[in-house]
């Protein structure tokens, strides 16, 4: 990060502690102070708290319902609703759910695309496979939700049968050294036995090669699939009393105070 921008995510008064220590010693010790806090903002927020790279500072304190930084979402939202005023642009899921669809892959293969990432574009990176596969297990398929769980640790695995390698994105990521966690590793042993194995792994295949630059997919085009492959219950996603429904509205009103 340079001089500039770090100085953009410091506080006013965190500013003001660092001009007015008298000695260098002060300044270093209210610039330390400064990062620290700078850091528990934006790295222990999660990702549905950040509004345009920026964490919930300047929200009203005691926000409740709508966050004015944020578009509103209708009473009863779809997940098309959640793609057009959450998601978006979301181009990598639309891109690859195109691609599978291209390819002619089953219909469940790319309501799976569509959705395989979408924990990391509204909620959480973090172990993103699995918040996928939970956000969305009451409303498609088991065979879905358990493929897009089982992505996560594929990825790391070759498979040759379907010319599978692994990323060259993730040597540069993550170094030559790089080792998947042992968990990652017992769910990919787990997934290679698994009569559902090639619906997990059509997702890594179009998942690899579906960044590209210029290709714009409207989510609009997959209406009908996730019709006939996601069960939209008729209160909207949030308001349904599912397992998963706190999740979603978790992404409705993200910044709510309790
Ligand atoms: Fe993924
Ligand atoms: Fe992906």
Redesign the pocket.
Known sequence: MDRRSFLSTLSAASLASITAAATLSEKADALEHAMAATLDRTVAKPFACIVDGHSDEGTPPFLMGNDPRLPQMPEKPSLIDFFKYRFAPAD?LLQ?ARLALENGYDEKVVIACLV??ISVYGLMRTDHGYWCAQMIKPYVAEEVSWAIEKHQALRFFPDDSVDYAYPEAYIRFFGEEYKPEPYIEQSYREARKHKWYMTSRLITVN?LY?FEDGVEVDVDEFTDIVGRNFRQPSEGLGFDGSPTAHMWRTMIWPNNFL
Do not use: L, V
Request: net charge negative; glycine share 0%; no cysteine.
């Open positions: 990598h690859s395989h990432d998942d579906s």
